[in-house]
C-alpha cells in the first residue's frame, strides 16, 4: 500500500476540491469534517441567546470574530471595522459553557493591479 492508498486516495478517483454545502469550506469532500456550530448573541444590544446567530467556526473566538463581520454587514454601517468594540457571548453547540469575546476590527489597505497598455 502506498502513501496516497493510506489517505484514501484512489489513483481511479482523484481528489477534487468543492464547496461544502453545510458550512462553505472549499475543500476535499473526502476528508472534509465541518466545523462545530456556535450560537453568537451580542448582550449589550438587548439580544438572549434565542435571538443569536449561527456559525460553524473551530473555535468560540472564530465564531465571535465571523459574527462582527456578519454584524457589520447586516447593519450596514460598519461600526465595528470603524472603531466600535461590541461584547458578544458565544455557546458551542452541546456545551454548557459561555464564552464572552470584546470584538473589535480595523480597515485594511487594498491594492489592485489592472493590466494597462504599456
Ligand atoms: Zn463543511
Redesign the pocket.
Known sequence: MDGEQERGLSRAEPATYED??????F?VSTF????PRHVVWCPEAGETEEDGQSF?AHSARAAAERWAEWSDRHSADYGIVRGASVIVHVRQDGCEEMESFTVTGEMVPCYTAHPSEP
Do not use: K, L, N, T
Open positions: 461544502c454545502r453545510r458550512c462553505g469550506a475543500c472534509h469534517v465541518c466545523p460553524r
